[in-house]
């Protein structure tokens, strides 16, 4: 009877203390809003604007077969998750049925990028990038793409200012949606299949364990690659579009 009623006692007395916390925590996650609001009104400010008033956006894309993303024909996915976590540690990836794929946007030297991974098919990937150029308002030579290569061998990597698809379905399906072929391209090698071993079996099989210990350092190399190629674009440094580049209306 007494510990009942020194239990009632003790929490009678606690509960506005309880109510004060309660509070606390309220208002916090309420001026934790505004301190939010105010900083993302602060970066959109500061980006650049577009002829047209409205923010500029780049658009990378990993491209690549859903589900397969540690398989050698969708290295330009595993590029874009070292991206996504070089810039953005904390965010994760939304799934956008309007554009086919999964969506990241970072706010990177004054312009708003966009992230995407495809979710359809390699051969048809080019369906979800036209549909996130559409949403995000974002022109062909503002693209990047990010794909395997074979002609170069793992571990090395390069920068190509559009052309054509140079037999890479992924690309050529870019360029028959966009309409255009200026979409800067970073092209990471993979390497060619060894004699008795298919092209299609190669690019669909996974990086053997000391292929692996390779990519580690490529995704690091390739992630640094993208960063300065963009820091070069926003600085008006580069180069010009291919001769008869065709650039086509989103």
């Not at 140079?166 to 949606?177: D, L």
Request: a positive charge; charged letters at 25%.
């Amino acid at each position: 009877m007494i510990s009942d009623i020194f239990v009632r006692s003790c929490a009678a007395l606690l509960w506005p203390f309880g109510k004060i916390i309660r509070c606390f925590c309220a208002m916090q996650r309420y001026l934790g809003g505004i301190v939010g609001r105010v900083r993302l009104r602060g970066s959109m400010a500061g980006a650049r604007m577009r002829s047209d008033g409205q923010i500029r956006s780049k658009l990378v894309v990993g491209l690549g077969n859903p589900g397969m993303e540690d398989t050698r024909h969708s290295v330009g996915m595993a590029v874009l998750a070292a991206l996504a976590a070089r810039l953005n540690p904390g965010e994760r990836w939304r799934g956008d049925k309007q554009v086919s794929g999964d969506v990241m946007v970072a706010e990177v030297r004054g312009a708003r990028l966009v992230l995407l991974r495809p979710k359809v098919l390699m051969n048809i990937n080019g369906v979800s990038v036209a549909k996130a150029a559409r949403k995000y308002g974002v022109q062909a030579e503002d693209i990047v793409l990010v794909h395997d290569e074979l002609d170069k061998s793992l571990g090395k990597m390069s920068i190509k200012h559009g052309g054509s698809a140079r037999g890479h379905n992924g690309v050529r399906s870019c360029v028959a949606c966009l309409h255009a072929d200026v979409m800067l391209r970073l092209r990471v090698g993979i390497g060619r299949p060894a004699e008795r071993m298919s092209v299609e079996r190669h690019v669909l099989g996974r990086f053997t364990a000391e292929e692996q210990k390779v990519l580690d350092t490529v995704l690091v190399q390739s992630v640094d690659m993208l960063l300065s190629q963009l820091s070069k674009e926003d600085q008006g440094q580069s180069s010009s579009s291919p001769a008869g580049g065709r650039h086509g209306a989103l």
